[in-house]
């Protein structure tokens, strides 16, 4: 499964804001939209950051409470790496892992369309586990009647 499709599921929409926001504005976004982590933009709509939950803990116990004045372009990830549509499953996954990061934002063209969690993939990962646990559960234990002929089924019946 590649990205495109991923997005296609789950919708493409991003709360993006700029980075002039304080750490407190950044707190209140991911409460009020539920949500791990913001990307940050700037002027032109590129990618200048990320901030998520735990860079805000980590600024916190760095610095206290006085840090959320602070802008959150002292605090946010700059070294944003980013996926493709075209990326699969398994590549993001990796990524995801190798670098110790759990959002990943989708960038086509030079413009942001997308981000993908490693809750998204982990639930693709769980349902496609169940599927193939029905199929291979449904293969196994299926009815001699649903296999077998009508002839077949009375010589195992009489043979009972």
Do not use: W
Request: aromatic share 4%; proline share 2%.
């Amino acid at each position: 499964m590649n990205v495109a499709t991923i997005l296609n599921q789950k919708g493409g929409g991003v709360i993006t804001t700029t980075s002039e926001k304080s750490l407190l504005d950044i707190t209140k976004l991911l409460a009020q939209h539920g949500i791990g982590c913001i990307v940050i933009l700037g002027d032109d709509d590129n990618i200048l950051g990320i901030v998520s939950e735990r860079d805000l803990m980590r600024a916190i116990s760095r610095g206290g409470p006085e840090v959320l004045k602070a802008p959150v372009s002292d605090f946010m990830t700059t070294t944003v790496i980013t996926a493709g549509k075209a990326d699969t499953m398994d590549q993001l996954m990796s990524e995801m892992t190798t670098h110790r990061f759990r959002y990943m934002p989708v960038v086509e063209r030079g413009r942001l369309v997308g981000l993908v969690s490693i809750g998204d993939l982990v639930a693709i990962h769980v349902a496609d586990a169940e599927f193939e646990s029905d199929a291979m559960r449904q293969y196994i234990t299926a009815q001699p009647s649903l296999l077998l002929d009508q002839a077949s089924r009375r010589r195992l019946a009489g043979a009972a």
